[in-house]
């Protein structure tokens, strides 16, 4: 049964990945049809993200209330909802409208999924499962050109993603007593305890924000995701801009190329899951952070002749550090706090999307496309920082 279970959640992985970069395909579609600019597709972008923060500090109180079965399959009815709802739109403001629900679902599951993972299966599942994601989100965009090559329009894109995840509900929705019956690991929190907090996933209280903030080791743990986010968002949009205005490549091959970082993040979190067998969670993290280092450095090389190369292994430096600290949240914070934790982590990490991109797009603007490497090291080095920091607070023991 916990295989049939691990099945389920592999697919909601996949299934978490499917929505998000339907917009950025679509897009060029879309605005015309609208009558807006181009560059309001940021707006809607915002609003999802700004709502995913909501969801992912509701996290907590929402999955204590009703487990993590029943968050993950409200949460994937509200997505495949909103995603219909885009697909029958006929003005923005019903695009921006109908984004709130989008956000809101999908930051409440990802939170409560990556916990009850990090709290049920080694970590070599939490890389694995994150792999899932970036397959879920490489189909985004081929379903959605699809739709566009066969002459259905942008709409049936839509559609095709909300019937497959309306699916995913249902199965989710047969599936739950699964949830109820799965072992934790050896994190202190027994069987008998779970099935004395009835719906809850482990025992205790709700903690506020602030109390959340005070555990020792929490705003490391923020700073550490802020900055990852805020690194890969920024090498994914401004990698294609940098080859193409800096490097002096053809922007066709440029775009190309820029792909490659999200394949080498999607292969990396395989290979990396296998890797988790040899080496714990922070090991794997510093692992990520020195290929990082190098695929940054490449992007100094006369010319840009290695900088589609550093952004492969960019990508390959990327794939562990996420997955990774979300599994080591139980074992820093306790499993009794790993889901709040992993709630202000994760809103954190919508910050850090939401901000630094669209900085350093700026600074790229009044200054110059040449600080996009310089840009990036200054994110690697901050969140080494904090993240050894985060060692010191409540990790040093595994770490060592």
Known sequence: MIHLLLAVIYLSFISLGLPDSLLGSAWPSMYAEFSVPVSYAGAVSMIIALCTVISSLQSDRLTRML??????????????????????????????????????????VDASLNNYVALHYKSCHMSWLHCMWGIGASLGPYIMGYALLTGRGWPMGYRYVSLLQTGLTLLLIVTLPLWKRAGTKNDGITEKQVAESGTKEVPGRVLTLGEVIAIPGAKQAMGTFFCYCALEQTAG????????????????????????????????????????????????????????????????????????????????????????????????????????????????????????????????????????????????????????????????????
């Open 67 to 108: 487990g993590t079965g029943r968050v993950t399959a409200v949460s994937v009815a509200m997505t495949a909802a909103a995603l219909y709802a885009f697909s029958v739109s006929h003005s923005f403001w019903q695009l921006c409208l109908w984004a709130v629900p989008y956000g809101l679902g999908a930051g409440s």
């Open 237 to 400: 949009l401004w990698g294609s801009s940098y080859l193409a205005l800096y490097c002096g490549m053809n922007p066709q091959v440029a775009a190309r190329f820029a792909g490659l970082f999200f394949i080498g993040i999607t292969v990396g979190r395989a290979i990396s899951g296998f890797l988790t067998i040899r080496f714990n969670d922070a090991q794997m993290v510093r692992l990520g952070l020195i290929a990082g280092a190098v695929g940054v450095a490449a992007f100094a090389w006369p010319e840009g002749v290695l900088a589609p190369g550093g952004l492969v292994l960019l990508g390959v430096g990327c794939s562990p550090i996420y997955p990774c600290l979300m599994h080591a949240a139980p074992d820093y914070f306790g499993a009794d706090k790993s889901q709040a934790i992993i709630g202000v982590q994760m809103a954190s990490a919508y910050v850090g999307i939401c901000v630094m991109p669209p900085l350093f797009g700026i600074l790229a603007e009044h200054a110059t496309m040449a600080l996009f490497p310089v840009y990036l090291l200054a994110l690697l080095i901050l969140m080494a920082v904090v993240h050894e920091r985060l060692l010191k607070k409540c990790g040093r023991r595994i770490a060592d």
